[in-house]
Structures are given as C-alpha cells and as structure tokens.
C-alpha cells in the first residue's frame, strides 16, 4: 500500500536552478522523511520533519509540511550534476512510528 | 566504522533454487527491515523485525522467509514460491521502537532469476 506519492515523476533541470518536489500522503503521520537514491544504491536519509511542524532546513534543502493538507515538498536551491538522483518521501504512522511507507519517488535531472 | 553490509552485490537464481541474502549492522539498532524496488518503483517492505527473536510481515510476505537470531544479522531467504523475484533488495535499520523511525540503508542486492 502506498502512503507517499510523489510529483512530479520526473523532473529535468539546469544546474544552478531550484528543483521542487512534492509528497502526498493519506493518513496521520508522527513525521515525514526524504530519503535520496542514487541509481543503483541504497537510500540516504535527507531530512525529517515532525508533524508539528511546518518547515525545515538543511544545507540546500528546505522541506514544508502541511498537515491539512496531507502534502509535503522538498526544494532543493542552485541545484547541482551532483543533485542527479531519486528521491522518495517517507511516512510513518500515528500507530507505528518505526515502520515507514514509502513513495514511489522522483527522479530528478540535472544538467550540466 | 559503522553501517550495514550486504551481500552479495549481485546475485543470480535459477529457477526453484531457493536463495538467501545477507544482511548485517554494527549501529547496534533494535529494529531491522527487507524492502523490495522493482525498477522505477518505490520501496516496498517484505518483513520486519523490532527485537531478537521477532519479526512481523510487511506488505509483501509471499515467496519469502526470515530470522532474526542475533541482533547484528536480519538474513532474507528468496524462497521457490515466488514467483516474479528478479529485483533489487534493500536491507535498512533502525532505533526500534521509541525512536523516530529514521533509517539506514545497506547498498542492495539486485537479484536476478535466470
């Protein structure tokens, strides 16, 4: 069963712009996480924010939660090659909050 | 230098073989996951395991068996009654219960049934 979906599915852009994903999810949630993939790999985790609040910064990276709305987005700013990836947002549950459900992600392009 | 491990990186299956892959941690988490990624998909979870001793049925269960006899060891047997396992298998960990769910991923095993 899928918690978490992602949009757009794919995204392509130029280096040095800001790349926008967004999470939907459908049932009350302890927190939301963003993991990234690179192709081939294991998952690592981005950053966690709690379902009390509504944004939060790491780096280049800045992730709003909003609760009525059971959506999320993930901005990355002056995007990098480096940037190039998956990435897939995580819930959990007010029932389990160790077990996540996850997207079924985007994946971004960056171009150099 | 702490992490999961998986093994093998690659791994091929003939069909009715029966395959087991490995993972291992050294964060000394409680809680242990498999997930299964099929090819532009999300992840999706197998089985589970909060303690020693114990482990829950995810999403997907059919066609797969675990143990978990030590803390450090969460091994994902491949089992003849699946019937699509060609993917790519994800081990993760995690505090357990009371933590905020945060988890580690190992590099993955791609399995291929040939």
């Known amino acids: 069963s899928q918690q978490g979906e992602e949009d757009p599915q794919a995204l392509s852009i130029q280096e040095g712009e800001n790349a926008t994903m ?65 990435y897939f947002c995580a819930t959990d549950s007010k029932y389990s909050s160790y077990k996540l459900i996850f997207g079924s992600g985007t994946r971004l392009l960056v171009r150099p | 230098d702490g992490g999961i491990t998986q ?9 009715g073989q ?35 001793n114990d482990f829950q049925k995810g999403d997907i269960a059919e066609g797969y068996s675990v143990s978990r006899e030590k803390k450090e060891s969460f091994p994902l047997t491949v089992t003849s009654a699946q019937k699509n396992p060609t993917a790519f298998y994800l081990c993760a960990s995690s505090m357990g219960a009371g933590g905020v769910g945060l988890q580690f991923f190992g590099p993955g095993t791609r399995l291929t049934v040939l």
Request: aromatic letters at 10%; a positive charge; one cysteine or more.
């Open chain 2, 7 to 15: 093994s093998p990186k690659y791994l091929f299956r003939k069909e």
């Open chain 1, 22 to 86: 967004n999470c939907s999810y459908k049932t009350s949630i302890n927190n939301l996480q963003w993991y990234r993939q690179n192709s081939g790999r294991g998952l690592v985790h981005l950053i966690l924010i709690r379902s009390n609040e509504r944004e939060k910064h790491s780096g280049r990276l800045r992730v709003t939660l909003d609760t009525s709305k059971k959506s999320s987005s993930l901005l990355i700013t002056a995007s990098r090659a480096a940037d190039t990836a998956s």
């Open chain 2, 18 to 52: 029966n395959v087991t892959l490995s993972c291992e941690q050294n964060l000394n988490h409680d809680a242990m996951y498999w997930y299964r990624q099929d090819p532009g998909q999300g992840l999706r979870l197998i089985y589970y395991s909060q303690i020693v």
